[in-house]
C-alpha cells in the first residue's frame, strides 16, 4: 500500500494491514516462474517436434506445417482437459500453461463441459465463448485493423 493511501487510514485500519501482512503466505515467484518456463517450454517443444514431424514424414513445407501441429496441440489439449488431467498439469505449471495456444483450447473445452447440462445450443455453445470471447474478438479486430494498414499503404503506393 502506498504511503499516501497509507496515512489516510486509522489507527485500527493500520494496524490490522500489519496484522494481515505478517500473515500474507510468501509467494515462491522463483519455483512458479521455473515451473511455467518448464511447462511453456515443454508445450512448445512438443509443438516443434510435431511441426518436424510434419515436415519430415507428410512432406509439409516449413510454412505449412505449422498449420496441423498447432491442430494437434489443440486436439490433446482437448482431451486432456475432458479426461481432468490438464487442469492438475495447469495446477502445477501456473501461467505456463496458459500462455501457448494450449490454454485457450483448455479455456474452450472446460467451459463447454461446465456446461453441457444446459444443453448443447444455449449451454455450450452460448457459454463456451464467454471466457475467451474476448480473446476472438480482439484477434478479428486487430487482424482487421493491420489488413487495412496494409491497403492504405499498399493504395498509397509505399510497398
Not at 486509522?10 to 500489519?18: A, F, I, L, S, V
Not at 494450449?102 to 452460448?126: D, K, P
Given at each position: 500500500?502506498s504511503?499516501?493511501?497509507?496515512k489516510k487510514l486509522?489507527?485500527?485500519?493500520?494496524?490490522?494491514q500489519?496484522?494481515?501482512?505478517?500473515r500474507e503466505p510468501?509467494?515462491k515467484v522463483?519455483?512458479?516462474c521455473?515451473?511455467?518456463?518448464?511447462a511453456g517450454?515443454?508445450?512448445c517443444?512438443?509443438g516443434?517436434g510435431?511441426?518436424?514431424?510434419?515436415?519430415?514424414?507428410?512432406?509439409?513445407?516449413?510454412?505449412?506445417?505449422?498449420?496441423?501441429a498447432?491442430?494437434?496441440?489443440?486436439?490433446?489439449s482437448?482431451?486432456?482437459?475432458?479426461?481432468?488431467?490438464?487442469?492438475?498439469?495447469?495446477?502445477w505449471?501456473g501461467?505456463?500453461?496458459?500462455?501457448?495456444?494450449?490454454?485457450?483450447?483448455?479455456?474452450?473445452?472446460?467451459a463447454?463441459?461446465e456446461?453441457?447440462?444446459?444443453?448443447?445450443v444455449?449451454?455450450?455453445g452460448?457459454n463456451?465463448?464467454?471466457l475467451?470471447?474476448s480473446?476472438?474478438?480482439?484477434?478479428v479486430f486487430?487482424?482487421?485493423?493491420?489488413a487495412?494498414i496494409k491497403?492504405?499503404?499498399?493504395?498509397l503506393?509505399?510497398?
Amino acid at each position: 500500500m502506498s504511503k499516501i493511501k497509507r496515512k489516510k487510514l486509522t489507527p485500527t485500519q493500520q494496524e490490522y494491514q500489519n496484522f494481515a501482512k505478517a500473515r500474507e503466505p510468501k509467494r515462491k515467484v522463483f519455483r512458479n516462474c521455473f515451473r511455467a518456463f518448464i511447462a511453456g517450454g515443454t508445450i512448445c517443444a512438443i509443438g516443434q517436434g510435431l511441426q518436424w514431424f510434419f515436415i519430415n514424414y507428410f512432406n509439409f513445407t516449413e510454412k505449412t506445417a505449422g498449420n496441423p501441429a498447432t491442430a494437434v496441440l489443440i486436439i490433446i489439449s482437448v482431451l486432456l482437459t475432458g479426461f481432468g488431467v490438464y487442469d492438475h498439469i495447469a495446477q502445477w505449471a501456473g501461467g505456463g500453461t496458459i500462455v501457448p495456444v494450449t490454454g485457450f483450447a483448455n479455456t474452450m473445452a472446460s467451459a463447454a463441459i461446465e456446461h453441457r447440462s444446459e444443453g448443447y445450443v444455449l449451454g455450450v455453445g452460448g457459454n463456451m465463448f464467454k471466457l475467451s470471447g474476448s480473446v476472438i474478438v480482439y484477434g478479428v479486430f486487430s487482424a482487421f485493423v493491420v489488413a487495412l494498414i496494409k491497403i492504405t499503404i499498399k493504395w498509397l503506393g509505399v510497398m
